[in-house]
Nanobody, 126 residues
Framework: QVQLVESGGGLVQAGGSLRLSCAVSGRTFSKYTPGWFRQALGKEREFVATIGWFLFGTNIYYADSVKGRFTISRDSAKNTVYLQMNSLKPEDTAVYYC?????????????????WGQGTQVTVSS
């Protein structure tokens, strides 16, 4: 019933920017927490960013590797999550996954997210 569809991936040069979008159906952001993970070829998935509710307010958390360069946001009316990626580096090359958790809080672990999108490829060249 829950479906997440990512878009916006592509090929960019180092230092460039991309904006990923994730359209969510079947759930709203009022009770669920969206986020982003990524997986580089031959490596395990890693947490990128999350945006949700914590202590009755919005909480945003980033992995140290992307902090200051990436920005997660959401449009509740459109039920869409975004990941603005600036100052991209070759090490950012990966498949990026939009994820959604039925829990509320600061969520950084794979097992806290029940719903996953199909992934979108981001490739950053030197």
């Amino acid at each position: 019933q829950v479906q997440l569809v990512e878009s916006g991936g592509g090929l960019v040069q180092a230092g460039g920017s991309l904006r990923l979008s994730c359209a969510v159906s079947g759930r709203t952001f009022s009770k669920y927490t969206p986020g982003w993970f990524r997986q580089a070829l031959g490596k395990e998935r890693e947490f990128v960013a999350t945006i949700g509710w914590f202590l009755f307010g919005t909480n945003i958390y980033y992995a140290d590797s992307v902090k200051g360069r990436f920005t997660i946001s959401r449009d509740s009316a459109k039920n869409t999550v975004y990941l603005q990626m600036n100052s991209l580096k070759p090490e950012d090359t990966a498949v990026y996954y939009c994820v959604l958790s039925p829990r509320v809080g600061v969520l950084r672990n794979e097992n806290e997210y029940e719903y996953w999108g199909q992934g979108t490829q981001v490739t950053v060249s030197s």
